[in-house]
């Protein structure tokens, strides 16, 4: 039985985030995530099924290929206001290639933690 309450892991995500095969973004697994929106390539939306009690959460996230040698950090998306990408129903993330260039394909995991106050 998972924790639930202030300052516990509020949610995570392993998700495909389309990978070599261009699939479409599909969760693997989850705990109090209710989808996974497609934004553009290594951006997108992850919208928990309870909301956060505000937008002072943590989180933390890291992102892989499959047989694709590139490393990549995960970060929120650049030139984007904080209200719009980190909300208490949702998060933005996007997966950034090391030399700081956007990828041109998706990750093949993708994995997202989220720790906070509950609503």
Do not use: C, E
């Given at each position: 039985?998972?924790?639930?309450?202030?300052?516990?892991?509020?949610?995570?995500?392993?998700?495909?985030g389309?990978?070599?095969?261009?699939?479409?973004?599909?969760?693997r697994?989850?705990?109090?995530?209710?989808?996974?929106g497609?934004v553009s390539?290594?951006?997108?939306?992850?919208?928990?099924?309870?909301?956060?009690?505000n937008?002072?959460?943590?989180?933390?996230?890291?992102?892989?290929?499959?047989?694709?040698?590139?490393?990549n950090?995960?970060s929120?998306?650049?030139?984007t206001?904080?209200?719009?990408w980190?909300q208490?129903?949702?998060?933005?993330?996007?997966?950034?290639?090391?030399?700081?260039?956007?990828?041109?394909?998706?990750?093949?995991?993708?994995?997202?933690i989220?720790?906070g106050?509950s609503?």
């Open positions: 039985m998972a924790y639930f309450g202030d300052n516990a892991i509020h949610a995570w995500v392993n998700f495909n389309g990978g070599a095969s261009n699939s479409t973004p599909s969760i697994d989850d705990y109090n995530v209710s989808s996974l497609d390539t290594s951006t997108f939306n992850i919208y928990f099924d309870t909301d956060f009690a937008t002072n959460y943590a989180w933390s996230g890291s992102a892989g290929y499959d047989n694709y040698s590139q490393q950090w995960v929120s998306p650049s030139s206001a904080y209200g719009s980190k208490a129903s949702m998060l933005q993330i996007i997966a950034v290639y090391n030399n700081n260039t956007s990828p041109n394909r998706g990750p093949d995991d993708f994995n997202i989220a720790i106050d609503a």
